[in-house]
């Protein structure tokens, strides 16, 4: 597609339910990232792709965090358990190459919102 | 651990002056550096990206850097309110897959 495109734009939420954050990155670009951004704080990375596998999940909070991609395209981010603390806008952002870093293109993000 | 820094603002600059926006980072082998602009509530959105030593310029926006100083820094002319935003400066090293942001710096511009 043109641009990165992140689905929901929002999620509500109950603690201890279980969600799933798509993201399809731009047509060709092998790299895939994931962050989250909490209100008034910076870029927290959580978890890279390149192709389908995950070289670097070192970002991950926890392991109620979970993430895959599937034909080096889509990739899901799923939460299991929800809780309070994981509330923050998890962004998604795509690149042409890892090796030599042309920058990302992100997502519009999703807000996810934990009651 | 590699790190960026820069001044967290906020940074308030009138309408029309010349905006400066400083980031310094740790990491010498670094070799690519990008320039973001954040607004309130939106996703990060690239806006210079500066490879090589000297000044980069497109439209108001100069970037600037200087590897033996570690510094990179973005100047933006003619500021416009509409720049108001949050300018996040990242950096990273040749093969390495990751950028290494810094916590941003909120430009306010007054009209």
Same mark, same amino acid.
């Given at each position: 597609? @043109?641009?990165?495109?992140? *689905? ?6 109950? #603690? ?5 954050? +798509?993201?399809? %990155?731009?047509?060709?670009?092998? !790299? ?5 951004? *909490? ?14 596998? @995950? %070289?670097? #999940?070192?970002? &991950? ?7 895959? +991609?599937?034909?080096? *395209? ?5 939460? $299991? ?6 509330? !923050?806008?998890?962004? /998604? ?23 | $651990? #590699? ?10 600059? %009138?309408?029309? @002056?010349? @905006?400066?926006?400083? /980031? ?13 602009? $954040? ?6 959105? =690239?806006?210079? *990206? ?5 000044? #980069? ?12 100083? $570690?510094?990179?820094?973005? =100047? ?11 300018? =996040? /400066? ?8 990751? &950028? ?12």
């Amino acid at each position: 597609g @043109a641009g990165v495109s992140q *689905s929901p734009s929002n999620k509500v939420t109950e #603690k201890g339910k279980d969600v799933e954050l +798509r993201c399809d %990155p731009i047509s060709g670009h092998t !790299a895939l990232y994931w962050y989250r951004q *909490s209100l008034g704080q910076g870029l927290e990375f959580l978890i890279y792709f390149q192709g389908n596998s @995950a %070289p670097d #999940k070192s970002g &991950l909070p926890s392991d109620r965090f979970s993430a895959e +991609r599937t034909g080096g *395209s889509v990739s899901t981010l799923t939460i $299991q358990r929800t809780q309070q603390e994981d509330s !923050a806008v998890y962004l /998604c952002a795509s690149s042409l190459s890892s090796v030599f870093n042309y920058g990302y293109t992100f997502g519009s993000g999703t807000r996810l919102t934990v009651v | $651990q #590699k790190e960026v820094e820069q001044n967290s603002g906020p940074l308030s600059v %009138p309408e029309g @002056a010349i @905006a400066s926006l400083n /980031c310094t980072y740790s990491d010498r082998g670094s070799q690519s550096f990008f320039w973001y602009r $954040q607004y309130s509530g939106k996703s990060p959105e =690239l806006i210079m *990206s500066i490879y090589s030593n000297g000044d #980069k310029e497109d439209g108001r926006f100069t970037a600037q850097l200087n590897k033996a100083s $570690q510094y990179v820094s973005l =100047l933006i002319r003619d500021s416009q309110p509409s720049d108001s935003a949050t300018y =996040l /400066c990242a950096v990273n090293e040749y093969s390495n897959y990751q &950028l290494i942001w810094g916590a941003g710096t909120k430009l306010i511009i007054k009209p």
